[in-house]
């Protein structure tokens, strides 16, 4: 019997190849970009999940409090003395690790990199973290000063075929390091990949660190330190004991105690990559909202594809009432016709599901290039997963079956072969609603990737109030061999490089702020409760970067002060300090930390950090010994020579170190890449739930001319004109569509407000991306369903008449 239903099936699929052909591909490509979705997010949430101890797995953080009580700085690391006394202040953490991230010159022979990921750790790292060991003894491997692990693709390219076993590297021109052992790379779904594993020891040295600095340097937050507790700890009562410990162990300043302006907090390992909102991390994560927002969207895409599935089904049904009228007056009993609608939809289901697979494995590599991902579609491979999505299918088809198997296999054969079923299967009511409903998802995709495009467009042609263009960055290294100066006026020698100029960061970093600031009040150097961050430059940073002054000089070499006691604000620190105007600032007494002076000049403000950001108070000072970027302002239109003799210079007072750089205006534009994978993800997505959506729409406009065929031809032969019956046949699915744009606009906005609230300074959200996102929704749906109109419309009304 079911071999014979499926057989008969076949048939009806055959048979009815344009309604089959738009349920199966509207299907499959709905479940193919669930199934897209569902991989990204299972990716997203698979982070540091393959430690062993993960889920007791916590990393400490520090958060900075401003005088008036605002968070100032959160760090993802801690200063060197927090780790050994939590092991003992806190006998439950049975472990604790300390990392510091790195950058260094290798050298092996005649190979020589400049490698970013070497990882200054603890012994004890294979007790807290997961590492496939390939060689060495991983409880041994990291006791010994100077010694150092590699990662499996480290070792290929330093050693090749070698063992590099006992071996010796170089770091940095000073230091020999001894390799005890070889790991795989950690994989993907991690939030550190040490390309090296340099042990802790080292750091006693006191030409690397020393020992002091280790117990009694607080200033030095660089340091991740973990912890490793019990199974189902309640962190809140380590996280509650913490002001206390660090009151005990910190010493006050000022005779206020530590935890009124520092917090220490702890954070699951597990939460590092999505719910981190540090101002640092070692890598950049992910945001748990955007998972949120695409699993959403995933859910809308399916949904869109089974409302069009269902309601096709169930349009095509009420031309089948004759068929199942016939087949009961020949004997069939109720029972089989259900099984045969049933049967007949989970089949077309079921082809669905396989060219959804076919789908995926094709969409696969353009989706890992856009997310910069390495999804496979092995990683769906999960029985609990598998078994969802087949009784998802199922049930789709069930469901999308079940109308015409349990409405239509209810009536009377008598009444159906007369007619009198079809006239109420054709309002369709339950239709109207699926419609509106799918239209209303994918006008709200449309209107959201119109205001992430807005909101893109609007910050890359922000002013920022500095030159972003042709800015060459280089480091600058702790040598104090070499000149600087010497170096960036041999620079300057060519007519290719426009300035240089260095600084302690650049734009597109994020400022810190780590020493208060005093400002003359009433005659006296009064303690300022604004929290003002700090920038070091030297005397050509702000003409490098083209800023403005908005009052007072810049500074000068003719001033011998100004290298030790000479500040410049910008506008927004003038504001908040009280002062009326720029000018008013001008040669006013500033302290900031350590090093007092008068202010010689204020800035324009200028956006240094992400427009996720306001403009924050800012000091610039200089100070060559936190000097970390040397900034080259490259001649308009002499890019390439400008690169050439950056790099000549570069190999003559650098001969052993790799030449590297970056540019400022690409590396501004990663603060803003996860928005821009955003955008176009929103935009494929958003095209996809339209395209599913006017498939449906077209169906139904095939089914409609068919319902009307004879309505059509009466109409005809009193006059109407092709005009006026194109516009009957299509204005009853147009309305539909304007239904859903009003309903999906107030949700639109509502969600692309939250998102916009992430950024200072938000694109204003136009009522005329509604306006214009909703004509082109209309325009899209009326040229879906015109080809069927007018093709209705023509028909020769002697054909349409004939029957009767």
Known sequence: MFRNYLKVAWRNVWRNKVFSFINIVGLAVGLACFLLITLYVRDELGYDRHHQNANRIYRMTRTFLSQDGSVSLRLCSVAPPFG??????????????????????????????????????????????????????????????????????????????????????????????????????????????????????????????????????????????????????????????????????????????????????????????????????????????????????????????????????????????????????????????????????????????????????????????????????????????????????????????????????????????????????????????LVVTQFAIAVVLMISTVVVFSQLTYIQNYELGYKKDQVVLLPVFSDSTLNYETIKQELKSSSTIADAARSSRVPSGRLLDSQGASVMLNDSLTPSKVTIKMLAVDHEFIPTYGMKLAAGRNFSRAYTTDDSAAFVLNETAVSMLGWNSPQEAINKEFRYGGQKGRIIGVTTDFHFESLHQQVAPLVLFINPDSFNYLSVHVAAGQLTGGLAHIEQVWKRYFPDRPFSYQFLDQRFGRLYATEQTQQTLFGIFAGIAILISCLGLFGLSIFMAEQRTKEIGVRKVLGATTSGLVALLAKDLIKLVLVAIVLASPVAWWAMSQWLSGFAYPAPISPWIFVLTGLGAVLIAFLTVAYQSIKAALMNPVKSLRSE
């Open 84 to 433: 050994p006394l939590v092991k003992n202040d806190f006998p439950e953490a049975t472990q604790v690790v300390r990392m510091i991230q790195n950058s260094g010159l290798v050298r092996y022979g005649e190979h020589v990199f400049t490698e970013p990921n070497i990882f200054v750790a603890e012994e004890n790292i294979f007790k807290l973290f997961s590492f496939d060991v390939l060689s060495g003894n991983p409880d041994q491997a990291l006791v010994n000063p100077f010694s150092i692990m590699l990662s499996k693709p480290m070792a290929e390219k330093y050693f090749g075929r070698e063992n590099p076993i006992g071996k010796t590297i170089q770091l940095d021109r000073q230091f020999d390091l001894t390799v005890t052992g070889v790991y795989e790379p950690q994989p993907t779904q991690s939030h550190f990949h040490p390309d090296f594993l340099l042990s802790f020891s080292t750091m006693n040295d006191p030409r690397v660190y020393g020992r002091e600095g280790l117990r009694n340097n607080w200033g030095n937050n660089s340091f991740a330190t973990y912890l490793l507790l019990p199974e189902n700890y309640d962190v809140s009562r380590m996280e509650k004991a913490f002001p206390a410990f660090q009151n005990k162990h910190i010493p006050a300043g000022d005779g206020q105690k530590v935890s009124s302006y520092s917090l220490l907090g702890l954070q699951k390992l597990t939460d590092i990559h999505l719910r981190s909102r540090t101002d640092d991390e070692i890598e950049p994560g992910g945001d748990i909202r955007y998972v949120y927002l695409f699993s959403a969207i995933g859910l809308f895409i399916l949904i869109i594809a089974c409302i069009n599935y269902m309601n096709l089904a169930t349009a095509r049904s009420a031309g089948r009432a004759k068929e199942v009228g016939l087949r009961k007056a020949v004997g069939a009993i109720r029972g089989q016709l259900i099984g045969q609608f049933l049967s007949e939809s989970v089949l077309l289901a079921a082809l669905s599901l396989g060219i959804a697979v076919v789908l995926l494995l094709i969409g696969l590599p353009l989706m890992n290039d856009l997310t910069q991902k390495q999804l496979r579609f092995t990683q769906l491979i999960d029985p609990v997963f598998i078994g969802m999505l087949l009784v998802a299918t199922l049930l789709t088809g069930l469901i999308a079956g079940s109308y015409p198997a349990f409405v239509l296999t209810a009536f009377q054969p008598i009444a159906v072969l007369k007619g009198r079923v079809t006239t109420a299967l054709k309002n369709g009511r339950l239709r109207q609603v």
